[in-house]
């Protein structure tokens, strides 16, 4: 739902959710979500007055560019860029194996990765690839977004998504990936690095905190069960 500016500290976002909960009753829906961009203590409030309870965090954190640390890349693993064509196959398997428990990430389709690759924004060049010997270890595949003023005055680079095949978690590969990601990014003349992380994933958190990752927005969803 999106609310006026004038009318965010009144009675029309809980008239609002209060509709679309109504609506999700009528349609006879089993549960509702709310997912809130920057949310804050009065999203809380205004959830946990539905009894909707928080049920998942993502952290938006970003990096000044460059990081100035190398990309340690396990021996026998060389970075290239992906090959549209004819990666897609390998791509599949290894994100799919990698984020199996992801609601978001896991569970790719042939369609999904074309429909992502047809976007404007998609560069080859900054899809990078870990190979090992012709196998698919990983993968870091970046975005560029243009200035957005006012309040995005400077291009923003954000790590799309990074994965690691579960067989080869533990190498190093993921902080290699992401420094060769940021890397690319800064190359392409972008000051800034971003990237989303659930807050429960620990090592992702920690690794990107050791990279100089600060939490700049923090996006939260609220669900709960309709009886």
């Not at 709310?34 to 007055?49: E, P, T």
């Not at 021996?75 to 994100?95: E, I, K, S, Y």
């Not at 428990?101 to 690759?117: F, K, M, N, S, V």
């Not at 080869?168 to 290699?176: E, I, T, V």
Request: proline share 7%; charged share 20%.
């Amino acid at each position: 739902m999106t609310v006026h500016p004038d009318h965010r500290d009144d009675a029309v976002p809980g008239l609002l959710l209060d509709a679309g909960i109504a609506h999700a009753r009528a349609r006879q829906a089993d549960r509702v979500a709310l997912w809130v961009f920057g949310a804050d203590v009065d999203a809380d409030a205004l959830a946990a007055g539905r009894g909707l309870a928080i049920e998942r965090e993502l952290w938006q954190m970003r990096v000044p560019l460059p990081v100035g640390v190398a990309a340690a890349v396990p021996p026998g693993v060389t970075l290239r860029a992906f090959v549209p064509g004819t990666d897609d196959a390998a791509w599949l398997a290894c994100n799919n194996r990698a984020f199996a428990a992801d609601p978001d990430q896991g569970g790719w389709t042939p369609a999904t990765l074309a429909g992502r690759t047809a976007e404007a924004w998609f560069d080859p060049t900054g899809f990078l690839i870990a190979d090992d010997g012709g196998r698919m270890a990983g993968f870091c595949w970046t975005k560029v977004h243009p200035p957005a003023p006012p309040h995005e005055p400077h291009a923003l680079g954000e790590i799309y998504v990074i994965g690691v095949d579960p067989d080869d978690q533990g190498r190093g590969l993921g902080r290699a990936l992401t420094v060769a990601g940021l890397d690319h990014l800064h190359g392409r003349g972008v000051a800034v690095g971003m990237l989303f992380v659930d807050a429960g994933n620990r090592p992702a958190v920690a690794l990107d905190r050791a990279l100089g990752f600060v939490t700049s927005r923090i996006d939260r969803a609220y669900g709960a069960a309709l009886a």
